[in-house]
């Protein structure tokens, strides 16, 4: 029998967990706050007496340095505005083209990893372990002063003539450049390509339902060759020049330029990031139950069959969140470039504090962008990750 | 989980940013205020003591004698140095003939070299110095707080520089951007560049002048920039660049470095200004006139031809101007009573460091240990150089 003597009905305030655990509560974020408004009013009331407020009119201004490589057009009077954007275009290309890259290697290098010959699986886990085990920083500098600038000098370039010259200077490769009056054929070219992939996605569609032959992937080829040759002969026959590069002076003029800088840093990034990738790939593989390819086998699938319609599809679920956070490693990572001589978006923004001597807004600015690429590329992939994921019922 | 933590810290951040926002206002505004009227406060109490002061002597009937007005701060150096029993300077510890280490850990360098000269001249001995390494973005901030005495870090006088940082006192080395180019590349104008790669260290104003040179002479150009200085010269020895830019001496130092130097030149072209100059911290004008005033003797020393070999000996030249500039006794004050030294002060300084062209050799002259470099603008005014210092009499 439970007495009122022993267990009062009202517990005292100091020994009642809820309001413990409010003031607990309330006290830990009195501090936080008080932490922050300490840092963030010492920094107000710093810039403010140094005369330097958190604005960024600067950016208007005229830069005043060049920029070797960018892809819109830019020179050293327009304004540092201007040359943050060219630093963060050149960061968007580099990463592009060096998730691509690793992609398509770490796939290859995993899969090598997996291999049943004790050759080809040791050459994949001996490059596993030398990327994975040296810092990304040793290797650019590695490619960059080890490789890339030991190639020959501009004449004495490694060339295929009237295609591709190979030089310390960077790969220069003939290039087909869009003639006047060829923006017609520029446009079919795009329409065809839209067009191949709703053909497509349609005629397959039409197969899946109705279970009838459609023959999508002859259909839409042909329209994918069919529309880009019409605009071809409607803009006159000669939409496409080829740009050949040219020995002038000091360097090659023309064609379509890969310079040292961009090349080392792309190498370094993609081999680097696809080691991890490469792994990223095996865990995925091997995460598939091995009934599943057992019975594969059992139905009669050839192992190409078995790969691209048993493992991948089942290995993708387990791969793509990994995936993501390399991919957001590699463009981070591009800002290693500075030490190498290519001009990406962080190499930019601390020429720019040095000559607007406006530190702390542009390294928000800095953070702001590459936190906005990550989030970006993050979602988007994710959206990616919901759609292949199992619908569980 | 996160995604409440996420929410509890964004408010709590957004509400350091409000509280911020309401608190900031208040003591922006009153800090400076209290400023403005502190200082007046002591004034006026000072001016209640003269008035009393005043009224005493008029009674007294007796003139007081004419004082010397002296502001605040006047004197302190030179008694803070006398007590310490040693200069405190900020110097280089890593760039060749201006302030390095030699092979036993020394620091030294020219610009060494004159913190020595003032030790020797106002404490006797040039070793009574201490020299703090510090970085080229701290050069302003120590001067500013007057942690050191002086700065002598290859430092450029700029209008910005004098009005921010603190007194610039005598330039000590005109130096200027140059190019230096291989010997077989056939350059030897601004004109033979058009077209040419340029490695240059990113974030200088060395830079900027580059861009404005070639802009202003309609020429195009491809610049190759690298964060640390070392990677210019190794891109530019590797073949990367047909150019590399900086200052002169910094060139001479790169090349110096070189496998084979003879292979390169330093063109005779100047595209800058940088006349480097050793720097004191405002508010102390006696310190100010002290090392100006051994500069001077250094430069009227080598135009004498004293050297620290014969200054025993030119005590007793003909000439009284080297006599009283020696200390020598009976001879006439070149101004040190009112600047608190010993008579032969400036001839402890040349006899501890040498002359001004003795400096000048000992680091860059035909057999100098650092470099070669030719005196060009270093020299004598009287051999068509800019070195000319105002007389020691």
Redesign the interface.
């Known amino acids: 029998m439970v007495t009122d003597e022993y267990f009062p009905k009202k517990i005292p305030i100091w020994r009642d967990e809820r309001v413990l655990k409010a003031v607990a509560q309330i006290i830990s974020s009195l501090i936080v706050i008080g932490f922050l408004y300490w840092v963030i009013g010492n920094f107000i009331a710093i810039t403010q007496q140094r005369g330097m407020p958190l604005t960024y009119g600067f950016l208007k201004e005229a830069a005043g340095f060049p920029i070797k490589e960018s892809f819109i057009p830019y020179d050293s009077t327009m304004s540092f505005g201007r040359a943050v954007l060219v630093g963060l275009i050149n960061t968007l290309v580099v990463s592009a083209a060096g998730i691509l890259v690793a992609t398509v290697l770490g796939f290859l290098i995993g899969l090598m990893r997996l291999s049943s010959n004790w050759l080809i699986s040791r050459i994949g886990l001996a490059y596993i372990e030398f990327h994975r085990n040296i810092p990304l920083l040793v290797l650019l500098f590695l490619w960059y002063f080890g490789v890339f600038t030991k190639l020959p000098a501009v004449k004495e370039s490694i060339a295929v003539p009237g295609f591709i010259y190979i030089n310390q200077r960077g790969f220069y490769l003939t290039w087909p450049r869009l003639a006047e009056g060829g923006t017609l054929f520029a446009a079919s070219l795009v329409a065809g390509i839209l067009l191949a992939i709703v053909t497509w996605s349609v005629l397959r569609r039409i197969r899946e339902v109705k279970g009838k032959e459609t023959y999508f992937g002859r259909v839409s080829l042909a329209v994918l060759i069919l529309v880009p040759l019409v605009g071809w002969f409607a803009s006159g026959g000669r939409p496409m020049l080829l740009d050949v590069p040219i020995l002038k002076g000091f360097n090659f003029q023309g064609g379509l330029r890969l310079t040292t800088e961009f090349t080392a840093l792309l190498i370094g990034l993609a081999m680097y990031t696809s080691a991890f990738i490469a792994e990223v790939v095996r865990s995925g593989i091997q995460a598939v139950q091995k009934g599943q390819i057992e019975a594969a086998r059992a139905v009669g699938l050839r192992y190409s069959q078995i790969l691209s319609l048993i493992i991948i599809p089942q290995a993708m679920r387990v791969m793509i969140p990994p995936l993501i956070s390399q991919y957001l490693n590699l463009t981070k990572n591009s800002s290693l470039a500075l030490v190498i001589g290519y001009q990406e978006l962080f190499a930019i923004g601390k020429v720019t504090i040095n000559q607007a001597g406006r530190a702390v807004p542009v390294f928000i600015l800095i953070m702001a962008t590459y936190l906005a690429i990550s989030l970006l590329t993050s979602i988007i992939l994710n959206i990616y990750n919901k759609r292949v994921q199992f619908i569980e019922r | 989980m996160s995604r409440k933590l996420f929410y509890?810290f964004s408010i709590?951040?957004a509400?350091?940013?409000l509280?911020?926002a309401c608190?900031?206002k208040p003591?922006?505004t009153t800090?400076p205020a209290s400023g403005e009227v502190a200082a007046p406060v002591i004034e006026t109490v000072e001016v209640i003591k003269t008035v009393i002061v005043t009224q005493e002597v008029t009674v007294q009937g007796t003139p007081l004698p004419p004082e010397v007005l002296k502001p605040k701060g006047y004197g302190e150096t030179l008694a803070a140095v006398q007590a310490n029993g040693k200069v405190v300077c900020g110097v280089h510890t890593s760039l060749l003939g201006f302030g390095y280490l030699d092979e036993n850990g020394r620091n030294i360098g020219f610009d060494i070299d004159f913190c020595r000269a003032v030790a020797a001249a106002v404490l006797g001995d040039p070793d009574a110095i201490e020299a703090v390494p510090i970085t080229a973005a701290d050069r302003g901030p120590v001067l500013q707080t007057g942690e050191v005495n002086m700065v002598t870090r290859n430092m450029t006088w700029t209008s910005k520089r004098d009005a921010e940082w603190g007194n610039f006192t005598w330039i000590t080395f005109y130096d200027g951007q140059g190019f230096l180019v291989r010997k077989d590349s056939g350059i030897a104008t601004l004109q033979d560049m058009?077209?040419?790669?340029v490695c240059v260290t990113?974030?200088?104003t060395t830079?900027?002048n580059?861009?404005?040179s070639f802009?202003d002479a309609g020429l195009t150009?491809?610049?190759?920039?690298?964060?640390?200085t070392p990677?210019v010269y190794?891109?530019y020895v590797?073949?990367?660049c047909?150019v590399a830019t900086s200052d002169k001496s910094q060139l001479a130092a790169a090349r110096a470095g070189f496998a084979t130097p003879e292979d390169h030149i330093i063109l005779p072209i100047t595209i800058s200004k940088e006349p480097l100059t050793p720097a004191v911290p405002t508010g102390d004008d006696q310190w100010f006139d002290i090392v100006k005033t051994v500069i001077w003797g250094l430069v009227n020393a080598e135009e004498y031809g004293i050297t620290s070999a014969n200054v025993e000996e030119m005590k007793s030249n003909e000439n009284s101007d080297i006599r009283a500039m020696l200390g020598v006794e009976g001879e006439a004050d070149w101004g040190y009573t009112a600047l608190g030294l010993s008579p032969d002060s400036l001839a402890k300084a040349i006899s501890a460091v040498g002359n001004y062209g003795e400096i000048y050799d000992r680091y860059f002259g035909a057999n100098g240990i650092a470099f070669q470099l030719d005196r060009g603008l270093n020299n004598l005014w009287t051999n068509g150089g800019l070195m000319y210092a105002p007389p020691i009499k």
């Not at chain 2, 058009?194 to 790669?197: K, P, R, V």
């Open positions: 509890l709590l951040i509400i350091s940013f509280a911020v608190g900031a003591t922006a800090a058009d077209g040419a790669t990113t974030g200088t830079e900027k580059l861009a404005t802009a150009y491809e610049a190759v920039t690298f964060e640390d990677s190794s891109a590797e073949g990367r047909d």
